[in-house]
């Protein structure tokens, strides 16, 4: 593409805000809910994250595509986004490590954008109005046709998406000479949650999502994960059945994002989708066992009903929560060695103040399994 001469790009929201701009990635048309993030780095890990799939995402930092794409920098095999939207887009990268221009990435990646547009204006609308659907297109301009169009656009309320994203076949990684095995239900897990593991000593198996209990039982795992995913945790009915037999095993459980969702519904907790979520890497979470504050990295538009869990104090410890909004941020249960946060310890991108997480359940594996 010849960035001299910009080629022309619109979007449209659901509440009829309309926005011209101009075209970067392939010349086509895609929707999806917007979300946005207000993560400063790390572009290239929040695009390949699968826990976005089926979302157009909107960066509040105004630079995306200055310092390029290197090839190992990513949480999945594809950019896993529906559309960006963003201020500046650029195909001049400054790190002497970057493998190639973005706009090479996104044309390897199907990926529709538009730029130069008001972000601001945008985020603050999400904001005010909520999570809505919204339609790029660098091929469509009549407005009628986009309308029609935008108005196909399922709501994530209700969508089952962690089995398009999951892996096809079971797979597993880590040394043969580990000493704790741990068995990974894939709902669209990040690369970075699994070496989190392996770096800490584990053998995993990852299964995909709707893997039979008996599969999953016939690798005699010393713990469970239960990793992050799309769509809305509640359509997981599969899930959260597996969960439940898999407690009452009696085997540590641990769960990130859509994991910490299916481990609360799995203990009768509902869920529902938030005004407009949680995305960047900068949330403030109180740890309300330490008493400290730490900077987390989050990306999730469904949350655990707070009155649910407080309802649940007999079997389930509130252990973390959000100070903008006290929204629970983490749950244990209290009978049982089963845990789980809802933002992402191992960041990629973000702060590392929670890695700690991963060495409590490397602990919790060692103290059940040697009982």
Do not use: W
Request: proline residues 3%; aromatic residues 8%.
């Amino acid at each position: 593409m010849d960035f001299s001469k910009k080629n022309k790009a619109v979007l449209l929201f659901d509440d009829g805000s309309y926005f011209e701009g101009s075209a970067a990635g392939v010349t086509g048309t895609t929707t999806g809910e917007v979300c946005f993030n207000t993560g400063m780095t790390g572009y290239q890990e929040i695009f390949t994250d699968p826990s976005y799939f089926g979302q157009v995402l909107v960066s509040t930092n105004v630079h995306v595509g200055n310092y390029g794409i290197k090839h190992s920098d990513v949480e999945s095999d594809k950019i896993q986004i529906s559309g960006l939207i963003c201020k500046n887009f650029t195909n001049d990268y400054s790190r002497p490590l970057a493998d190639e221009d973005i706009q090479l990435y996104f044309e390897q990646n199907n990926l529709v954008c538009i730029y130069d547009v008001d972000t601001r204006l945008i985020v603050k609308n999400i904001r005010n109005k909520g999570a809505m659907n919204c339609i790029i297109s660098s091929e469509i301009f009549d407005l009628d046709i986009l309308t029609e169009m935008l108005k196909a656009v399922p709501s994530m309320e209700g969508l089952e998406l962690a089995s398009l994203v999951t892996t096809k076949e079971a797979y597993t990684l880590g040394s043969n000479e580990s000493t704790l095995k741990v068995a990974v239900l894939d709902f669209g897990t990040k690369r970075n949650i699994l070496n989190s593991l392996v770096d800490r000593g584990c053998k995993l198996k990852v299964f995909p999502a709707k893997t039979e209990l008996d599969k999953i039982l016939d690798f005699h795992a010393d713990g469970y994960f239960l990793s992050n995913g799309p769509g809305d945790p509640s359509s997981m009915d599969y899930a959260i059945n597996t969960v439940k037999e898999l407690l009452k095993t009696d085997k540590p459980v641990f769960g990130i994002c859509l994991g910490h969702q299916i481990l609360a519904l799995a203990n009768g907790i509902g869920t529902y989708k938030m005004h407009h979520g949680h995305r960047g890497a900068n949330h403030p979470v109180i740890n309300m066992i330490t008493g400290k504050c730490e900077i987390t990295s989050q990306n999730h538009g469904f949350s655990v009903t707070k009155n649910e869990v407080l309802s649940s104090s007999e079997t389930i410890q509130i252990t973390h929560m959000n100070l903008n909004d006290e929204t629970i941020e983490g749950i244990r249960m209290k009978h049982k060695p089963a845990f789980s946060v809802q933002y992402h310890p191992e960041a990629n991108p973000g702060p590392h103040d929670s890695k700690y997480l991963f060495d409590d359940f490397i602990t919790l594996l060692k103290q059940v399994k040697n009982n």
